[in-house]
């Protein structure tokens, strides 16, 4: 069974770069649809960012636009999500997931099937 293998996540200053991989595990297999959630602690999981199928179209939540960009290479079925300027704020777990079936750039997680197992990011002030 196809897995998303996170990696990039740890421990940095506020107003530093982070840079967050996603990978499926399968050659094989074509994400279509892409996106990254991240779940702070004790609040719910929210939608970070998403990306179609061949990334034409993009999705940013509010508090991350301007800061985050996602991008994604088909060939090595791999996506990237690029943190900039991070504040505190922006702790949480951050998992990638895709959907084999969704070619939109989706906001609900429940328009995504396959997760990663989670990357822990915090951002110390």
């Known amino acids: 069974q196809v897995q998303l293998l996170e990696s990039g996540g740890g421990v940095v200053q506020a107003g530093d770069s982070l840079r967050l991989s996603c990978a499926a595990s399968?050659?094989?297999?074509?994400?279509?649809?892409m996106a990254w959630f991240r779940q702070a602690p004790g609040k719910e999981i929210e939608s970070v960012a998403a990306?179609?199928?061949?990334?034409?179209?993009?999705y940013f939540a509010d508090s991350v636009k301007g800061r985050f960009t996602i991008s994604r290479d088909n060939d090595k079925k791999t996506m990237v999500l690029q943190m900039n300027s991070a504040p505190p704020e922006d702790t949480a777990i951050y998992y990638c997931?895709?959907?084999?079936?969704?070619?939109?750039?989706?906001?609900?997680?429940?328009?995504?099937?396959?997760w990663g197992q989670g990357l822990p990011v915090t951002v110390s002030s």
């Open positions: 990306i179609s199928i061949m990334g034409a179209n993009k």
């Open positions: 399968e050659r094989s297999f074509t994400p279509l649809a």
């Open positions: 997931a895709t959907s084999p079936t969704t070619i939109h750039a989706r906001v609900s997680s429940r328009s995504y099937d396959i």
